[in-house]
């Protein structure tokens, strides 16, 4: 199995949408942009929110595997994906990519 790096890209609030129909809420994603974790096995990373992987979870364990060009073309590098969390509020788009394990120098 390949190891697949997840990286935050980038975090989205919608404000007008939070104020129409959400709920107050004290704490929501502690996600930074740019903050990354790995995926051995095509397991869910430690750390990684829950809800965020439950998006991805697919996509990572075919890269995981081998597997890629997803939707036939869709992502310039075919052993990548760009999943955002379902948080419609504020969503976190996560660029999901296969990793070397020893990268030629």
């Not at 990684?48 to 073309?73: I, P, Q, R």
């Amino acid at each position: 199995m390949k190891k697949v790096r997840i990286t935050a890209i980038r975090r989205t609030q919608y404000n007008d949408l939070m104020a129409r129909y959400e709920n107050p809420i004290e704490h929501s994603c502690d996600v930074s942009e740019g903050q990354s974790w790995i995926s051995v096995d095509g397991l869910c990373p430690v750390g990684l929110c829950s809800e965020a992987w439950k998006t991805m979870k697919e996509f990572v364990e075919a890269l995981a595997n081998g597997k890629g060009n997803f939707y036939d073309g869709w992502m310039k590098n075919p052993n990548s994906a760009m999943i955002s969390c379902n948080d419609g509020f504020r969503p976190v788009s996560f660029y999901v990519e296969t990793i070397e394990e020893n990268p030629v120098v």
